[in-house]
T-cell receptor, first 115, second 111 residues
């Protein structure tokens, strides 16, 4: 069974630009969550999608948005990039909403660098 | 506010020895905790969890200890192997709130 895949793996953007990251969950998984990971803050929850609807949201500004498609694939978008948005963005999939954390699997992440 | 931190940012152990990774939390209302392992270039991997009504939980070669009195969580890895080299971090959850993650400890296993 293929794991969670994220594309692209690496991305370099400049301040003010926008970026779209993609996540393909494990086959059969319907919940997709996004996280931001930085050395100083650690892992921080961005949002969770299930059945194409955002079900849960962390404390990030509106520049961070996402969506989920009918095949459970998800994208997240960051507009008007700032230097502080440089981070590893991780996607995790779960079979269902609010399931057990031991059923949640992470992808390898997309490393975003904002110059 | 909540704070989840680690006592040591790095830990080096000899192969075959036991490892102990510590985590302090400040929210006494947290009722669920998870330890994650993150290898270089990979996403975090769930290792073991524990609820606040327990003091100890064991898995395969791993044990999590919870001391609610001093708000301390530890992960013990028995007979540490080179494949255990990774960053380990804890996460806490309070009720229906989202997980709150620590920044991690890098474990290096010396062959």
């Amino acid at each position: 069974k293929a794991g969670v895949t994220q594309t692209p793996r690496y991305l370099i953007k400049t301040r003010g630009q926008q970026v779209t990251l993609s996540c393909s969950p494990i086959s059969g998984h319907r919940s997709v969550s996004w996280y931001q990971q930085t050395p100083g803050q650690g892992l921080q929850f961005l949002f969770e999608y299930f059945s194409e609807t955002q079900r849960n949201k962390g404390n990030f500004p509106g520049r961070f948005s996402g969506r989920q498609f009918s095949n459970s694939r998800s994208e997240m978008n960051v507009s008007t990039l700032e230097l502080g948005d440089s981070a590893l963005y991780l996607c995790a999939s779960s079979p269902s909403l609010a399931g057990s954390y031991n059923e949640q699997f992470f992808g390898p992440g997309t490393r975003l660098t904002v110059l | 506010g909540e704070s989840v931190g680690l006592h040591l940012p790095t830990l080096s152990v000899q192969e075959g020895d036991n490892s102990i990774i510590n985590c302090a939390y400040s929210n006494s209302a947290s009722d669920y905790f998870i330890w994650y392992k993150q290898e270089s270039g990979k996403g975090p991997q769930f290792i073991i969890d524990i609820r606040s009504n327990m003091d100890k939980r064991q898995g395969q070669r791993v044990t999590v200890l919870l001391n609610k009195t001093v708000k301390h969580l530890s992960l013990q890895i028995a007979a540490t192997q080179p494949g255990d080299s990774a960053v380990y971090f804890c996460a806490e959850k309070t009720g229906a709130n989202n997980l709150f993650f620590g920044t991690g400890t890098r474990l290096t296993v010396i062959p």
